[in-house]
């Protein structure tokens, strides 16, 4: 081992050393907050736990921050471990070291803002931040001329990144959705975006063949998933490359029937597995997820739409809004209320599939024979285009009983076949998030080498080169969480760790792209320049599968500092 080798080594086991340090302080402040807000029945108040909402807040974006160094970590040790390329092991260690210093230098700032309201003292802080080789190490990670000397390196390679480290079965998959995003989604998605368009069947029906939607389905049910496991690297791999050429006209087309087949096979009956899967696997019907209402998004339990027994069946009156591919879709997985009395809360819930015609546009209307009217009208949105977000109207739509999920043993469990439902909608929108990020770095890279200011490339300011050097960074970091999470996911485990990635990659999305369209000036502003399509894209990440504060508080914090020493 050379000289120059043994020390990135020394450099990578000494990172993980300080990572662990700070985590440890973390730790420390999450034991801290839950002595502070135990009731006295030794429980958790959650009116002391919305005392400390912003330290809650700052403690899980460390956490999900620091979850992500150990992970890329793990990436450059994997790679050494294999003896590849030089170029590429250089990428990878680097990417490594260079992030470690970024989330120790994030911690230091969030907590030593207000140490007290953490629990810790100044002198702890001193003790792992102030520290000697800390410092260092930070200094020579996060110097202006080392994060310089990266985004040149980035820049000679025209933006290539480490390895992927996939196995040959989704390399093979990226390869092909990565083409396809290319050829087909990419020329049609600016188009989509400005005109406000339905996405075209020149996208659907090719990933209809290539078994897009059945990803998330058993193989014998007609989908692509193993039957004795899941598949979520496929899913991920496959949003990713989707996600690059469109976030709205391809990336988010197999979110629902994700959704749906989850729910389907969480609490379906034998004969709903049956009959619904097949058709969701080949997209007929394509179906969309009711479950927002006007007043309530992330607090499912207080759902007000009604659903009452009929004879045969079920009466559904009331409201959703934000109902993704609404008009097109020709069922609807719909979260009802099917017992009156407020104080079952989450548990007077029940979930339905509300057939319907499809229809293209903004706004439908679609009568019942015996009455019953469902409408929706799209709400307009500054982006995430292409499929069309609905208000949605029940006028004493009719329901079957057969269309209960779960049949009379599903009643009162619509919010855990929800819960089943979205387990993998975070880790999805990570991969969502890797996708625009992807896509805005590398017009990012190009525009740096092509566009001269001040008689030379934008790409040779030092500035700039920092900038790409962090873009490459974060993306690495973020592509490299994901699929460390999903490889958990697939073992049964990491549901914790999806909603950190989650976190982590849709805010990182919303910076990269911001200074995707900031190096490419005046014309990052123009609505001809994809950039500005990926930057208000990128927004919605963070909102979307769980808002940000809601992520952050009431899952990631609340179960941190439950779980704490």
């Known amino acids: 081992m050379s000289q120059t080798e043994q020390h990135t080594k020394n450099q990578t086991h000494a990172a993980q050393s300080y990572v662990s340090a700070v985590q440890a302080l973390v730790d420390q402040s999450l034991s801290f907050i839950k002595q502070q807000c135990l009731n006295e029945a030794g429980r958790l108040s959650g009116s ?108 000679e390679q025209n933006g290539r990144l480490g390895d992927y480290q996939l196995d040959e079965d989704k390399e093979i998959m990226r390869e092909a959705f990565q083409r396809f995003a290319s050829d087909v989604v990419a020329p049609l998605a600016e188009h989509i975006h400005r005109d406000d368009l339905m996405v075209p069947n020149e996208i659907l029906e090719p990933l209809i063949e290539m078994g897009c939607f059945g990803l998330s389905i058993p193989e014998k049910f007609g ?35 994700e959704i749906l087949s989850k729910a389907l096979l969480a609490g379906g009956t034998e004969e709903q597995k049956e009959h619904w899967l097949p058709k969701l696997a080949t997209a007929e019907p394509f179906c969309a997820v009711a479950i927002t209402e006007p007043d309530y998004g992330s607090d499912v339990a207080g759902m007000k739409l009604k659903a009452e027994r009929t004879e045969g069946g079920w009466l559904l009156n009331g409201a959703k809004t ?32 509300v057939e319907k015609p499809s229809f293209d546009g903004h706004d439908f209307s679609y009568e019942q024979e015996g009455g019953g009217k469902l409408s929706g009208k ?28 779960g049949g009379e043993a599903g009643l009162g469990k619509g919010f855990y076949y929800t819960m089943a439902g979205f387990s993998g909608g975070r880790i999805q929108t990570a991969a969502r998030a890797n996708g625009v990020m992807q896509a805005a770095y590398d017009k990012a890279i190009s525009y740096s080498k092509e566009r001269k200011v001040f008689g030379q490339p934008v790409g040779h300011y030092q500035l700039t080169l920092v900038k790409l050097a962090r873009m490459a960074t974060l993306l690495t970091a973020s592509r490299q969480f994901t699929y460390a999470v999903g490889r958990l996911m697939d073992e049964g485990k990491g549901q914790m760790e ?51 504060e809601t992520l952050a508080l009431k899952v990631i914090a609340r179960s941190l500092i439950e779980n704490a020493a």
């Open 48 to 155: 002391r736990l919305d005392e400390y909402q912003v330290v809650s807040y700052e403690l899980a974006y460390c956490c999900a921050e620091l979850s992500a160094a150990k992970f890329v970590a793990l990436y450059a040790q994997e790679h050494r471990d294999q003896k590849g390329d030089q170029d590429a092991l250089y990428l990878e260690e680097t990417f490594s070291l260079h992030f470690a210093a970024e989330a120790i230098r994030n911690c230091e700032s969030r907590i030593s803002m207000r140490p007290a309201e953490f629990g810790l003292e100044r002198s702890q802080l001193t003790e792992v931040f102030a520290n000697a080789d800390v410092l260092a190490f930070c200094d020579a990670y996060q110097s202006s001329a080392s994060m310089a000397e990266l985004g040149k390196f980035m820049l």
């Open 223 to 257: 989908g692509l998933q193993p039957d004795d496991q899941e598949d979520n690297m496929g899913m991920i791999v496959v949003t990713e490359e989707l996600s690059r050429g469109s976030l709205a006209a391809a990336g988010s087309l197999i979110t629902r029937p």
């Open 498 to 548: 999806a909603s950190l990635v989650k976190l982590f990659s849709c805010k990182t999305s919303e910076w990269l792209t911001r200074e995707a369209m900031q190096i490419h000036g005046g014309m990052g502003y123009a609505e001809e320049a994809a950039v500005s399509r990926y930057w208000i894209d990128a927004r919605v990440l963070s909102i979307f599968e769980g808002a940000e």
């Open 322 to 353: 934000w109902c993704t591919f609404g008009g097109k879709a020709g069922v609807l997985l719909t979260l009802a209320r099917t017992d009156a009395d407020p104080s079952l809360g989450h548990k007077g819930l029940s979930m339905f599939l």
């Open 378 to 405: 799209a709400i307009p949105t500054i982006g995430y285009r292409g499929m069309h977000s609905f208000d949605v109207f029940f006028d004493n739509i009719f329901v079957p009983d057969s269309h209960l999920l």
